[in-house]
C-alpha cells in the first residue's frame, strides 16, 4: 500500500505539503509525476509546480535519488520504508487543477500525487490533515476523513472537495445516491426544482444506458464569484466550476447549469468507461494520441442537452435554440473546410484547447455532436423509428467496456452499421475523416422531422460584405476568398472608413455590395491604407433551425422518437 499524507505548513499559503510513504519492492525504483490528467488532453507539465523534493527512509535518514527526466525521479533505498516529501504550489481553481487555502481543499490528485510505474495496482490511501469540522465530498472509500482507493487509475479520477462552508443536496433514482456539493455564495432557494430537473434527467439517462455500477455519485461544484465554465468527468463524480455566483438563480446560469452537469453525468458512460482503446488504459507519461474525440465529446455534447429535452426538463424552443449556438459555432469556423473532425481530435494534444492558427481546425465538441446528430437521424429514419444511437452506445457498453477492452474508429463504425443495417462508409468518409459540407445532409434528415434549417446571414455588414470579424477594432478573423482576404491580416487596427472614425460609425455605417470603400488601418504601428471592393456578401453566415409550418403524422411520429416531443 502506498500512503500520502496532505498538509498545509500555513493554511492562508499557496503550498500543499505532499509526503508519501512506499514500501519498495526493489532496491532502485522510480517514481513519477502525471504529465496530463484525463478529460484534458493537453500536456499538463504539473511538475513546474512542484518544489523542495527530498527523500528519507524510516530512521528519517536521507536517501540518494536523481531526477532523470522532467517527470521522473530515481530513489535508491535499501530499507523497507522509503518518505517523499514535496510541496505543490496551487494557485487556480477550474475543472481540474488542484487549490488549497485556509478555506478549502480542492484536490485533482492526478497533478499532486507522484506515483510508482510498476505498483499501480496497488491500494492507495490519502490522510487529509484538515480542521476536524470540515466535510469531505469524495467518491473513493472512506475511513474517517482518509479517503481509500484500490489502484492509483481510481485515485486519480477521484478529486476531492473539502470545507467547513459546504452545501449539500442529496436524491435517489434506481438505488444510486446522487450528491450535490456546492461551495461559494450559492442561495439555494430553488432546490426543490434542481434536485427534480436532475432526478429526471440522471433517471432517463440511467434508463438509457441500462447500468449504473456505482452506490454513489458526486456533482462538486464550484461557484465562484467570477464568470466561469468548466467541467470534467471522473469515476463517479464531476467537478463543475460554474459562475458569477450572484447569477445562480437567473436563468441563463440554471440553464447552463444543467447543461453542463447532464453531459458531464453522461460521461459515466461515455469516455470513463465506454473508452478509446488508445486509452485503455490511460499512461499517464506521454500523450495518449487518439482520433475519435468526436465520440467521446462529440457524442456527449450532442446527448447532454437532448436529455434535457427527452426527460421533460426543457421545451422544444430551447432545444432548437441549443441547436442553432452549435450550428452558429459551426458553420462560422472556415477550418472546416480544411481538417476533418477526426484529424482535430489527434491533434487535441496539439492546440485542442486554444483558438490555433486562424481557420486549421474544427472542434470534436461541436462537429462532434452534428455528426453525432446525423448518424441519430440516420439510425431512426432507416429503422422506422425502432433503433436510435441509444442502441450504438448501449452496444459499445456491452461489447466493449464490459469485456474490458477500448475501441476503435472501426469498432465505432462497425457497431453503427449493426445497429442501423447497412454500411456507412460514405457517412465516415464525408463527415469523420473528410470535410464534407454536413449543410445538406442536416436539411434532408431534418425535414423528415417536420423541422427545416434556413440560411441566416451576418448582421454585421463589415463581417457580411467585406469578410471581417472585428473585435474593439482588430481584425480577428478573416473569411477565406473574400475581399478582406486581399488585403488584411489578423492584428490589424481599423480607424476608419472612408474618412470617417471607425469607433465612430461601427454601429450605423451602412456597406453595400459592388462599391469600393477606403480604410486607413494602424499594421505594426504603421498607418496604412487599403482599398477594398465589395461583392456579393455570405461570409461568416450560419444556419438556424425552425419548425416547419406542417408536419405530417410520419413526422410527427419520428420527431417523437427523436427529442420525445
Not at 471581417?468 to 488585403?487: C, F, R, T
Not at 487596427?493 to 450605423?508: G, H, P
Request: with cysteine; glycine share 6%; proline share 3%.
Amino acid at each position: 500500500m502506498i500512503q500520502y499524507r496532505l498538509s498545509q505548513n500555513f493554511p492562508h499559503d499557496s503550498f500543499l505539503q505532499v509526503e508519501a510513504v512506499i514500501k519498495p519492492s526493489k532496491a532502485d525504483f522510480e517514481v513519477k509525476l502525471p504529465e496530463w490528467r484525463p478529460g484534458r488532453y493537453q500536456l499538463g507539465n504539473f511538475s513546474k509546480y512542484l518544489r523542495n523534493f527530498k527523500v528519507i527512509d524510516q530512521n528519517r535518514k536521507p536517501l540518494n535519488f536523481k531526477k532523470i527526466n522532467k517527470n521522473t525521479w530515481l530513489i535508491n533505498s535499501e530499507g523497507e520504508e522509503c518518505i517523499i516529501r514535496y510541496e505543490i504550489y496551487t494557485s487556480i481553481i477550474d475543472g481540474g487543477s488542484t487549490f488549497v487555502d485556509e478555506e478549502h481543499w480542492y484536490l485533482n490528485f492526478i497533478n499532486c500525487m507522484l506515483y510508482e510505474p510498476d505498483e499501480m495496482y496497488q491500494v492507495h490511501k490519502v490522510q487529509l490533515n484538515i480542521p476536524k469540522d470540515w466535510a469531505v465530498a469524495c467518491g473513493l472509500k472512506r475511513e474517517g476523513k482518509d479517503l481509500i482507493a484500490g489502484s492509483f487509475y481510481k485515485l486519480v479520477d477521484s478529486p476531492a472537495l473539502a470545507g467547513g462552508n459546504l452545501q449539500h443536496i442529496e436524491y435517489q433514482v434506481k438505488g444510486t445516491n446522487f450528491h450535490l456539493w456546492f461551495r461559494g455564495k450559492v442561495d439555494l432557494k430553488n432546490k426543490d426544482k434542481i434536485l427534480s430537473d436532475f432526478r429526471k434527467f440522471t433517471a432517463l439517462q440511467m434508463e438509457t444506458m441500462g447500468g449504473f455500477e456505482s452506490e454513489d455519485y458526486h456533482f462538486l461544484f464550484q461557484i465562484p464569484d467570477e464568470k466561469a465554465y468548466h467541467g470534467v468527468e471522473h469515476l463517479n463524480s464531476t467537478c463543475i466550476v460554474l459562475g458569477p455566483a450572484k447569477k445562480f438563480n437567473t436563468e441563463t446560469f440554471y440553464n447552463n447549469f444543467l447543461g453542463i452537469s447532464s453531459h458531464e453525468l453522461f460521461h459515466y458512460w461515455n469516455i470513463i468507461r465506454i473508452r478509446p482503446e488508445e486509452m485503455y488504459p490511460y499512461d499517464f507519461d506521454k500523450e495518449n494520441y487518439f482520433t475519435t474525440g468526436y465520440i467521446a465529446e462529440g457524442v456527449t455534447t450532442y446527448y447532454g442537452d437532448l436529455f434535457l429535452i427527452r426527460s421533460g426538463v426543457k421545451d422544444l424552443d430551447w432545444y432548437l435554440e441549443e441547436l442553432n449556438i452549435l450550428f452558429k459555432r459551426h458553420f462560422e469556423n472556415y477550418g472546416r473546410f480544411n481538417t476533418s473532425v477526426a484529424e482535430s481530435s489527434w491533434d487535441l494534444w496539439l492546440d485542442g484547447y486554444e483558438a490555433g492558427i486562424p481557420n486549421r481546425k474544427v472542434s470534436i465538441y461541436v462537429k462532434g455532436a452534428l455528426i453525432a446528430l446525423i448518424l441519430d437521424l440516420k439510425i431512426i429514419l432507416e429503422t422506422k423509428g425502432e433503433k436510435c444511437l441509444n442502441n450504438v452506445m448501449r452496444k459499445l457498453w456491452s461489447d466493449f467496456y464490459k469485456k474490458d477492452i477500448g475501441y476503435s474508429p472501426e469498432d465505432y463504425l462497425r457497431t453503427a452499421e449493426t445497429v442501423i443495417g447497412k454500411k456507412l462508409t460514405d457517412y465516415s468518409t464525408k463527415f469523420i475523416t473528410g470535410c464534407e459540407p454536413i449543410e445538406n445532409e442536416l436539411k434532408i434528415l431534418l425535414n423528415k422531422f417536420g423541422f427545416e434549417m434556413e440560411l441566416k446571414l451576418n448582421k454585421n455588414l463589415i463581417t457580411h460584405f467585406f469578410g471581417l470579424k472585428i473585435n474593439e477594432s482588430v481584425v480577428v478573423g478573416i473569411a477565406p476568398d473574400s475581399p478582406a482576404e486581399k488585403a488584411f491580416r489578423i492584428g490589424d487596427k481599423l480607424i476608419s472608413i472612408n474618412d470617417q472614425k471607425f469607433e465612430e460609425i461601427e454601429d450605423t455605417i451602412q456597406i453595400e455590395e459592388d462599391k469600393s470603400y477606403n480604410l486607413k488601418i494602424f499594421r505594426n504601428n504603421n498607418l496604412r491604407e487599403v482599398t477594398i471592393k465589395t461583392e456579393k456578401g455570405g461570409f461568416y453566415s450560419t444556419y438556424i433551425i425552425k419548425e416547419n409550418n406542417k408536419i405530417s403524422a410520419t413526422e410527427k411520429a419520428m420527431r417523437k422518437v427523436w427529442l420525445n416531443v
